[in-house]
C-alpha cells in the first residue's frame, strides 16, 4: 500500500465517522423540530412565525459552526467555500 493509498483510507475512514455522525444529529434536530412545531401550533404560534425563529436560529447556529471550522480546520473552509462557488 503506498503512502498516498494508506492517506486517502484513513481520509474516508475519518469522513464517514463525519458524515455517520451529522446524519445523526440531523435526525435528531429533525426529530425535535417536529416536537416543538407540534408544541407552538398547541400555543397559537402561526406556522410561518414558528418558521421564521427556526431559519434565524439556524442562520445563527451555521455562522457560529462556519467560525468554529475556519478556527480549527482552515482547510475544511477552503475546500467548502470552494464547493459553494462551484455549485
Known sequence: MTRS???EEKLHELFSAFE???NRANQQLANSLTVLRI???LKHIPREDFDAMVRAK???TFDRIEAKTS????VLVGAVVSEEVAG
Open 20 to 22: 455517520t455522525r451529522q
Open 5 to 7: 493509498s494508506e492517506i
Open 71 to 74: 478556527e480549527f480546520s482552515p
Open 58 to 60: 439556524m442562520n445563527q
Open 39 to 41: 408544541r407552538a401550533n
